[in-house]
């Protein structure tokens, strides 16, 4: 299966659900949780610093310096999983990426709060490409300015081994979460890929 887009206006979302196979993507969640550097960072939150709510981990290029919420980001090596993985991501979206974003939510509770990836060193026009591996969670979208773009918010269940990309002026008209769910679930690994350009 190929990227479908997803109907929202002014907004460019396309959406691959068996982008990886159910085995690879079991190998890679299998892998890339026990190997990777996790950390519990601190984010300014409201004026309060507060901790994450899950885990994380950045890597890329030596030069793709990061910054959000208040926390700056200095990249981890790639690992040569990152790093097939990022061809394959690149090859599907036709985009050069220098860096990726891990988020693992351990439980339901683990969650993203809703924000655009706005960055100034991710440019006017980002391209965000996510995998997600493990546990369906849902992703959330919702316009920015609803008296702009007046449209109800959208819900995309992300399967394991799905691609999700985010390019045009996605970023600019619309806000992103994965809430919290009550129901029992299992880890979620997400990895959104960026090409960081610079301050």
């Known amino acids: 299966m190929s990227l479908t887009p997803v109907p929202l206006p002014q907004a460019e979302v396309l959406l691959d659900p068996t982008f990886l196979s ?3 993507a079991a190998e890679l969640l299998a892998e890339l949780t026990t190997t990777i550097p996790w950390r519990h960072e601190p984010i300014k939150l409201f004026g309060k610093e507060v901790l994450q709510p899950r885990l994380t981990s950045w890597h890329g290029d030596p030069t793709a310096r ?4 208040g926390l700056a980001l200095d990249p981890q090596p790639w690992t040569p999983a990152l790093l097939h993985l990022r ?3 690149e090859a599907a979206a036709q ?9 693992l939510y351990r439980t ?4 993203m709060g809703w924000h655009a990836d706005d960055e100034p060193e991710l440019g006017p026009a ?16 919702r316009p920015r ?13 992300l399967p394991t081994g799905s691609l999700l990309l985010m390019r ?32």
Request: glycine content about 4%.
């Open 145 to 157: 300015n609803p008296q702009l773009i007046p449209h109800a918010p959208v819900s995309l269940d």
């Open 66 to 69: 990061y910054a959000y919420s």
């Open 108 to 111: 339901g509770q683990d969650s």
């Open 126 to 141: 980002p391209v965000i490409a996510s995998v997600s591996l493990g546990a369906t969670r849902r992703f959330r979208l």
């Open 95 to 103: 985009t050069h990426f220098n860096s990726v974003l891990l988020n």
């Open 22 to 24: 159910p085995e690879r």
């Open 168 to 199: 045009g002026t996605t970023q600019q008209h619309w806000l992103h979460a994965v809430p919290k769910t009550a129901r029992p679930t299992e880890p979620r690994l997400n990895l959104t890929f960026r090409l960081v350009t610079g301050p």
């Open 87 to 89: 061809q394959q991501v």
